[in-house]
């Protein structure tokens, strides 16, 4: 996908909605729309969770924060609810290989949050994972 | 994986987008259906291509769409 000047507009930095728009100048702000409902939606801090994660697993770049460091080690931090650890299971999941998302998995995740919830944070993964690995490749 | 979802319908009868499980957001619903509805009416690419897209993406996914 390439901009008006021809070249590829993610290619020096990355992706964000100035991005797209150069690219894709209709589809920017439903974009932007889609992800903030996305974002507003989501629980607590489990957006920003979500979203460090994803970037941590693709390899992207993004600013060091504290709370970076404690998501490297998720698994093992005192720093996390046992509700966030479950959709940081899920997320890592799904980035790495969806197919192996398990029931067990989903279970535990009722267990913490509604079901709207729950569907609000699992479509705020997909645009990370999606949006992230267009980011890689583009 | 299965293409049933994990999630329950908002109405198992309906079937509109906000009669299924992205009816427990209705902003949400109303936000991907806007811009759905606006990558399959305008853009750069031709219907063929979405589509092919669209359909190579689902069968990886193992989607039932």
Partial sequence: MANSEGRNSWVNGSWNASDIANAQTHLAPFIDELRGQAISTTPGRTASLIELQVAQILGLEREETELSEFIRTWYSSAEFTDGEKAIMEITEQFVLDVHSVTDEQFDKLRKYFSTPEILAMLFHIALCDGFGKLEMVA | ?65
């Avoid at chain 2, 109303?30 to 759905?36: E, G």
Wanted: proline share 6%; hydrophobic share 30%; charged share 20%.
């Fill in chain 2, 1 to 65: 994986m299965s293409s049933t979802p994990r999630l329950d319908p908002v109405d198992p009868t309906a079937r509109s987008v906000f009669g299924s499980i992205l009816g427990h957001q209705p902003q949400l619903a109303t936000a991907f259906s806007t811009l759905y509805a606006e990558f399959w009416q305008r853009g750069e690419l031709d219907h063929i291509t979405k589509e092919t897209t669209r359909l190579r993406n689902a069968r990886i996914t193992d989607c039932g769409y």
